[in-house]
């Protein structure tokens, strides 16, 4: 028997049906761990900065939100709540920070058109199959360190990112693990 919008509309307020976002909390877990790991900030020379951070989180992201969206029924939802989950704690991150409320809303409005821009840059070149241009979106949408940084060097550490995502069944990513 199909529950009544009303009911539904009940759980939700009361929070009595399980959140679906927490069903992909691992994996968000996982890409923060990732963008964390120091080959990107030591050898491929991404900027150890709050921005450069930021840009490793939403770069992670965006490939595991194309890698999502390639599943034929349960993708587009699955990828939905992976965005929640970079909101939530992004806001969570600024408020934290000491960031106010007026302030807040405008800065998670960035954040999300910068994601969704990320992950349209990144499926093009990937498409592309090119190198050059994956390194042309790292070029000019991530801070790297000044002396050193390689656009070249972390477009290779993202493709590989994202076979190792394109290689991972859906169940697999949604308990939080990526293939090697």
Do not use: C
Not at 61 to 80: F, K, N, Q, W, Y
Not at 134 to 140: D, P, S, T
Request: no cysteine; glycine share 8%; hydrophobic share 45%.
């Amino acid at each position: 028997m199909k529950e009544a919008p009303a009911m539904s509309f009940l759980h939700r307020l009361l929070r009595t049906a399980p959140d679906p976002r927490e069903a992909w909390r691992p994996l968000w877990h996982r890409l923060v761990i990732a963008a964390r790991e120091e080959h990107w900030y030591a050898q491929a020379s991404v900027a150890d900065t709050l921005d450069g951070r930021f840009d490793m989180v939403s770069m992670l992201t965006a490939l595991a939100i194309l890698r999502l969206e390639s599943e034929a029924d349960e993708g587009v939802p699955a990828a939905a709540r992976l965005t929640e989950l970079f909101v939530e704690d992004m806001e969570g991150q600024m408020r934290e920070a000491g960031i106010g409320d007026p302030t807040v809303g405008k800065m998670i409005g960035r954040m999300m058109a910068t994601l969704g821009g990320r992950a349209g840059t990144l499926r093009d070149a990937l498409r592309e199959g090119d190198d050059a241009a994956l390194a042309g979106v790292v070029e000019r949408n991530m801070h790297l360190a000044q002396e050193d940084g390689d656009p070249a060097l972390v477009a290779q550490g993202l493709r590989a990112f994202h076979a190792r995502l394109v290689r991972t069944d859906f169940a697999t990513l949604e308990r939080g693990e990526i293939a090697e």
